[in-house]
T-cell receptor
Framework: QKEVEQDPGPLSVPEGAIVSLNCTYS??????FMWYRQYSRKGPELLMY????GNKEDGRFTAQVDKSSKYISLFIRDSQPSDSATYLC????????????FGAGTRLAVHP | DADVTQTPRNRITKTGKRIMLECSQT?????MYWYRQDPGLGLRLIYY???????NKGEISDGYSVSRQAQAKFSLSLESAIPNQTALYFC??????????????FGEGSWLTVV
């Protein structure tokens, strides 16, 4: 079993839809949770960062962490064609060494 | 100019050949990483370095070696390339570790095909 599971998609939605992207994990010691966005033929870039449980909002993006269920989500409101990309979740243990464990990524396509 | 620059961006090489992927950064970060990305497997850490004198193996270091020539330069070598090393390779940098929300910055990737 992988430490981090993520549905690869592809997920295709119309412009303006609310998108929900999810990851589950098996290691209860993870404390740091991140979402990266990766456009085609580009390197991943950090989108959202959350420590421990709870919600974090940044514009149209909301990250949720439910440590009791070992489940994290990224919601995108009012999705735009420019949101079409692969979204990778990543997690890290506590401490000063930022070794990240990545999910395989979910490919999202937002069509006009 | 990109903060993290990888060369070459694309390379086709033959089985058994030695290949080096180079990475340089202008962010002034101490920490540098090499990852590979495969469809369905996500990003996996090959090697990482916290400073010029520090080199550490990651999850999948077999068949790879690295050299940290300077704070800004970190190269990855495949001594004898094999077809299952065909992948997209990313160099990355960061400053301090977690906590603090410090970001890992990725280069644009090097596509390597071993035939």
């Amino acid at each position: 079993q992988k430490e981090v599971e993520q549905d690869p998609g592809p997920l295709s939605v119309p412009e303006g839809a609310i998108v929900s992207l999810n990851c589950t994990y098996s290691n209860s010691a993870f404390q740091y949770f991140m979402w990266y966005r990766q456009y085609s033929r580009k390197g991943p870039e950090l989108l959202m960062y959350t420590y421990s449980s709870g919600n974090k909002e940044d514009g149209r993006f909301t990250a949720q962490v439910d440590k009791s269920s070992k489940y994290i989500s990224l919601f995108i409101r009012d999705s735009q064609p420019s949101d079409s990309a692969t979204y990778l979740c990543a997690m890290a243990l506590s401490g000063g060494y930022n070794k990240l464990i990545f999910g395989a990524g979910t490919r999202l396509a937002v069509h006009p | 100019d990109a903060d993290v620059t990888q060369t070459p961006r694309n390379r086709i090489t033959k089985t058994g050949k030695r290949i080096m992927l180079e990475c340089s950064q202008t962010k002034g970060h101490d920490r540098m990483y090499w990852y590979r990305q495969d469809p369905g497997l996500g990003l996996r850490l090959i090697y990482y370095s916290f400073d010029v004198k520090d080199i550490n193996k990651g999850e999948i270091s077999d068949g790879y070696s690295v050299s940290r020539q300077a704070q800004a330069k970190f190269s990855l070598s495949l001594e004898s390339a094999i077809p299952n090393q065909t992948a997209l390779y990313f160099c990355a940098t960061s400053d301090a570790g977690l906590p603090g929300g410090n970001t890992i910055y990725f280069g644009e990737g090097s596509w390597l095909t071993v035939v």
